[in-house]
Structure formats: structure tokens, C-alpha cells
């Protein structure tokens, strides 16, 4: 199990800035541990059925990390129609 590299983030997660990359390398995760990280963002209720224990480690601080750039996707989402942003 390598460690992972710039590139194995770059095409693992979308929309990543220098900083997450650097964040996620920092935490001194493999390939496998960045997947399994995604697989509970993505859907934890396969793993849970499985009995797998719930994220810890590693594993737990990349779930951290991209659930941070999924809440960030979500505020940049279309505009209140009654927002100050939305009337021109």
C-alpha cells in the first residue's frame, strides 16, 4: 500500500484546491483509504450492513476533509430569488 500522491488525489477527488490536496496527502493515507473514504460519502448504508465499524483513523480524517468540499459545492449553489446576490 503506497502512500497517496498529488496525481492520485488530482483524479480521485473533483474540484479539489491546492490546500485540500495538501490536507488530504498530510494525513498520510493510501489509495485504498481514500476510496473507502469516498465509499462512505457516497453511501455508507452498504458498509454499515456489512458490519463494518464506522470510519476511524486515516480513514475518518479524509471523510472529514471531503465532506468539507461537499458542504462547500452546496453554498455555492443558484441564488435566493430574495437575496441581496440576486437582484441586479
Do not use: H
Not at 13 to 40: K, M, P
Not at 67 to 83: F, Q
Amino acid at each position: 500500500m503506497t502512500r497517496l500522491s498529488r496525481d492520485d488525489v488530482v483524479k480521485s477527488v473533483d474540484r479539489a484546491d491546492d490546500v485540500t490536496i495538501a490536507q488530504i496527502i498530510g494525513t498520510g493515507a493510501t489509495v485504498e483509504e481514500l476510496a473507502e473514504a469516498q465509499a462512505w460519502l457516497a453511501n455508507d448504508e452498504p458498509l454499515i450492513n456489512d458490519l463494518r465499524p464506522l470510519a476511524q483513523g486515516r480513514v475518518r480524517e479524509l471523510v472529514d476533509i471531503l465532506s468539507e468540499l461537499e458542504g462547500d459545492d452546496e453554498e455555492e449553489g443558484p441564488a435566493d430569488p430574495g437575496s441581496a446576490s440576486a437582484v441586479g
